[in-house]
């Protein structure tokens, strides 16, 4: 989705009705009877899932940005398969030790951000059994083969009708991402500017000026916030 229409939602709603399907079809919730079944929401929602605050699949996005750029440069897939390959895994290598190792010499209370922390025990318990409903993956059944079969019908109806717009927008306009941070009036603002630029300019003043300052605005914008990070950090170090 990310790759197709530049949006991403947290994989962690996906991975906890999929493990609750497969597991537990027919329960609504359980209670806390070992340290396996206690720990299950954590790694299927945060290690496994939830972008890169405590997993990988924050990586998988950029995985996917990675062979975009490569095509834009025409570098082989290959080569970027075999550099991505060897980035992941010596950065997951470093970063589990690291976050280990500075929990053990500083302390976890001097962090705020679930980067560095897990997530706690009890609110990843009740997430895991709130998602993607209150109720068994059993009960919700029909709700589920709905919106399967909307997808696919709906994705063959777009490779056949050019004007139809790609179903895939459906998930963050109908997510919690999409309502809770108004998502639809930023794309709403983008398009209105993308199609008056093309307009005026056409697609030689998009490629040639705009894009760039787009990428420039979005690299300096997490420049910011690093820069912001760094320095929030020194002058205001957290205390025990």
């Not at 405590?54 to 082989?76: D, E, H, I, P, Q």
């Not at 005026?200 to 760039?212: N, R």
């Amino acid at each position: 989705m990310w790759a197709r229409t530049g949006f991403m939602m947290s994989p962690r709603f996906l991975t906890s009705g999929v493990v609750r399907l497969l597991v537990w079809p027919t329960s609504r919730r359980l209670e806390m009877t070992s340290l396996d079944l206690t720990l299950t929401p954590c790694i299927a929602q945060e290690w496994v899932s939830h972008l890169s605050t405590t997993g990988w699949a924050g990586s998988f996005y950029t995985m996917l940005a990675s062979y975009k750029m490569a095509r834009l440069t025409g570098v082989s897939p290959r080569n970027v398969l075999k550099v991505v390959a060897v980035a992941l895994f010596i950065s997951m290598f470093v970063t589990q030790i690291t976050a280990r190792a500075i929990l053990g010499v500083v302390g976890g209370s001097r962090f705020s951000s679930p980067v560095v922390k897990t997530t706690p025990i009890v609110w990843g318990w009740n997430s895991f059994w709130n998602q993607p409903a209150r109720a068994s993956m059993s009960e919700v059944a029909p709700w589920v083969i709905t919106g399967f079969v909307f997808m696919v019908v709906m994705r063959y109806l777009c490779s056949r009708i050019l004007w139809l717009p790609d179903p895939l927008w459906a998930l963050p306009a109908w997510g919690m991402q999409g309502g809770l941070y108004g998502l639809w009036f930023a794309c709403l603002v983008a398009w209105m500017i993308k199609s008056m630029i093309l307009r005026i300019g056409g697609s030689k003043l998009y490629e040639e000026w705009v894009v760039p300052f787009v990428g420039g605005f979005m690299l300096g914008d997490a420049l910011e916030v690093f820069i912001a990070a760094i320095t929030s950090y020194v002058m205001f170090p957290p205390t025990l």
